[in-house]
């Protein structure tokens, strides 16, 4: 079974996802994730890791179209190698 982890929107509403996977893509970590509500069925979310004003390791929405490419890249490059043997 895949790790959890709850994410809380901007509207103090509770989310589940499994943690797909954790890429490290120029410098930055970012976690693959997916939902586990049925409305958003083979969708993943794709979070870069940073520091919050606290100092607290925290996700944030990627917002940059390049950066998110790149990812995105990178995880179906993981992906293709992680399940090749499918």
């Given at each position: 079974?895949?790790?959890m982890i709850t994410l809380i929107d901007e509207d103090d509403v509770e989310h589940e996802f499994a943690v797909e996977a954790f890429l490290d893509v120029?410098?930055?970590r970012?976690?693959?994730l997916v939902p586990q509500?049925?409305?958003f069925v083979d969708e993943a979310v794709i979070m870069r890791f940073?520091?919050?004003e606290n100092g607290e390791e925290v996700l944030f929405d990627i917002e940059d179209d390049e950066e998110w490419e790149k990812v995105a890249d990178a995880y179906e490059a993981f992906a293709d190698e992680e399940y090749q043997d499918d």
């Open positions: 079974m895949s790790d120029d410098g930055n970012y976690a693959v509500s049925e409305e940073g520091e919050d």
